[in-house]
């Protein structure tokens, strides 16, 4: 029952008597708030009560932390807003620090709300007490603790600000107890508005210049601009305008419609020769959006000394950090793009429209696409992902986890920019169903396929309840080969002739562990079930889950144990 609230005695005293998790609830809505994920604590009982009296905020209960953060990160990259997850102390936050890592990596904003121990028993390894600053530190983009009640309402507005702009990134924000239910004489406020830095006209005529007196260049994006429309939009027409072909970095190929003729591959974890190719042999490198660290630059390789490096990002420290860099622009890397957009480009090589042919032709043939193969142990990968990708809608979204069966989605699914490829910046495993669950909630309309191994499945699986109670309409595909493959894979490659330990599993049967939750679930075990149980499983009026019988042997859309045998 809903009980009256609080008894003001006169008008006076409601302007002095606000609860500070009165105060914060209304921060957030001002920041756009609409949703957050948690695993629930006694520590912020209070916001859970305000919320009660002041709805506009949806709370969706999880089952760990690590999928609540999961989801808040995945609904950062369907709205391009920060996304939000709530824990409590200790516990809560170091099971939802995977989320954290991999939002800080990947640049994308979120904001971590920690219940925290009452003030009064900080520093005195109190139950579940920890001291958020230092374990976040190398984590999150920002921690903070807010200690005096009066700053709540700063605070939280900071945390948006910071968690959105330059590269984005996690914000960590820890609130004791006693904080939140202290009474406070402040109001909440409002979001900061700030322009974001732009490119100097003249700078984006220069870089015009050098892309259009270039004999192969190439354009690569990723990082901020993957939950822009509006960006996908500049980038199809730079890449059209300057006549650029176009590389993905990791997770972010859905920027680029693979039918374009720009589109030139995607710099992932082991790209293809080919791919690798359109990268290694440009003269100029154009890269908007991303750091550069990491997967895309193929290990320190690209760009290399002698390539023309130019970099585009929102944050001084990002430039000139891993590579030696010709030219770094501070920018907002959108707007970077519109303006460029609009500069008429100049003498343009007549070579370069074979330059861009061949590059897509490169990746059109490259050898991590080859026909699906036959194996004694399972079903090649390669068929789900062919017929997933003729019955997808142009507006689908694809969610994957972490393991070689991804490697037939990056390289054969035909992405097309108007989708939407959610996955972890870090290959974390466990992302691929809360990330789907979040998709589907914030676009109930659209396909959301959850693709993940037999391995992320039951790290992140008990999300598949949070699925049922959000009556979220997620496809998960299980692609079960009963291993570790990925690991198998490299315990083949650089300790053959062994044993293979600890990456055989033990798994339930995916089907009737799915329907236990309430899924409607499939089991695919040969090539001509694929279409009809995918259309099966797209018509369901909720969750669904389909178990693929998939082949260990058939180990990468490049590999199979076998060959790797063979190379010892
Ligand atoms: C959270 C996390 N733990 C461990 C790893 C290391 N890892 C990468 S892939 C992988 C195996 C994935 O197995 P599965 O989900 O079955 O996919 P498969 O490799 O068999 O295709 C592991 C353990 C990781 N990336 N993330
Ligand atoms: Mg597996």
């Given at each position: ?11 006076k ?15 957030l ?34 089952r ?11 609904d ?8 939000v ?11 939802a ?12 904003p ?5 219940g925290?121990?009452?003030?009064i ?14 374990t976040?530190?190398d ?10 009640p ?5 605070v939280?507005a900071?945390?948006f600000?910071?968690?959105?702009s ?26 900061i508005k700030i322009?974001?830095p ?11 210049d050098i ?10 994006v ?7 429309t509006?960006?996908?939009e ?9 006549k ?7 997770e ?35 890269v ?7 997967v ?10 002698n ?16 590579f030696?860099?010709?030219h ?56 789900l ?7 997808a ?5 694809v ?7 991804t ?10 920019s108007?989708?939407?490829l ?14 789907g ?26 999300e ?18 009963q291993h ?7 315990q ?27 899924l409607k ?37 490049t ?10």
């Amino acid at each position: 029952m809903v009980e009256k609230k609080q008894v003001f005695k006169n008008k006076k005293d409601i302007t002095m008597q606000k609860k500070a998790a009165s105060v914060f609830v209304q921060t957030l809505k001002n920041h756009g708030v609409d949703r957050f994920f948690c695993v629930p604590g006694e520590s912020y009982l209070s916001v859970m009560d305000e919320l009660l009296y002041s709805p506009g905020i949806e709370v969706v209960t999880c089952r760990h932390e690590g999928g609540a953060g999961f989801m808040a990160v995945a609904d950062a990259k369907c709205t391009g807003r920060a996304g939000v997850a709530f824990v409590s102390r200790g516990p809560g936050a170091t099971n939802a620090s995977i989320s954290v890592h991999s939002a800080h990596q990947g640049g994308i904003p979120m904001v971590l709300f920690v219940g925290q121990v009452n003030r009064i028993s900080t520093g005195k390894m109190h139950l579940q007490e920890m001291d958020f600053l230092k374990t976040f530190s190398d984590m999150a983009k920002h921690v903070e603790q807010i200690n005096n009640p009066s700053e709540i309402a700063n605070v939280t507005a900071r945390a948006f600000h910071i968690a959105e702009s330059g590269i984005p990134g996690p914000v960590v924000i820890a609130i004791p107890t006693d904080v939140l239910e202290a009474k406070v004489n402040i109001n909440d406020v409002k979001r900061i508005k700030i322009n974001p830095p732009l490119a100097f006209p003249d700078k984006v005529n220069e870089i015009s210049d050098i892309l259009s007196k270039a004999k192969n260049p190439v354009l690569v994006v990723g990082g901020q601009i993957h939950s822009s429309t509006k960006a996908r939009e500049f980038v199809r027409i730079v890449a059209e305008n300057h006549k650029l072909p176009v590389l993905c970095t990791y997770e972010h190929q859905d920027i680029v419609s693979h039918n374009n003729i720009h589109y030139a591959g995607e710099l992932g974890l082991r790209p293809p020769e080919p791919v690798r190719k359109n990268a290694l042999e440009a003269d100029v490198v154009l890269v908007v959006g991303h750091r550069f660290n990491g997967v895309p630059n193929m290990a320190y390789k690209f760009p290399s000394p002698n390539q023309t490096f130019i970099h585009v990002i929102p944050d001084p420290n990002a430039v000139g950090k891993v590579f030696r860099t010709n030219h770094g622009i501070v920018a907002d890397c959108e707007d970077f793009l519109k303006q460029l957009s609009l500069v008429e480009s100049k003498n343009i090589d007549n070579e370069r429209d074979a330059w861009i042919k061949l590059c897509h032709e490169r990746y059109l043939n490259n050898d991590a696409t080859m026909s699906p193969k036959n194996a004694n142990d399972g079903l090649d990968f390669a068929h789900l992902i062919d017929g997933l990708g003729e019955l997808a809608p142009e507006d689908s979204i694809v969610t994957n986890d972490a393991g070689n069966f991804t490697s037939w989605m990056h390289h054969r699914f035909p992405f097309r920019s108007s989708m939407k490829l959610i996955g972890s910046e870090i290959g974390a495993m466990g992302m691929g169903i809360p990330a789907g669950i979040a998709a589907a909630i914030r676009f109930p309309n659209r396909q959301v396929f959850s693709l993940v191994g037999d391995g992320g499945a039951l790290m992140t699986g008990s999300e598949l309840a949070t699925a049922v109670a959000q009556k979220a309409k997620i496809r998960v595909i299980v692609a079960n080969n009963q291993h570790y493959g990925t690991i198998r894979y490299h315990q083949e490659l650089h300790f053959p002739s062994r044993e293979h330990y600890a990456t055989n599993l033990v798994n339930p049967d995916f089907a009737k562990y799915g329907e236990s939750f309430g899924l409607k679930c499939f089991t695919i075990e040969k090539v001509e079930e694929i279409l009809p149980t995918i259309k099966k499983a797209m018509k369901v009026d909720g969750p669904s889950l389909i178990e693929f019988k998939m082949s260990l042997e058939l180990n990468t859309s490049t590999t199979t144990i076998t060959q790797l045998q063979m190379k010892k």
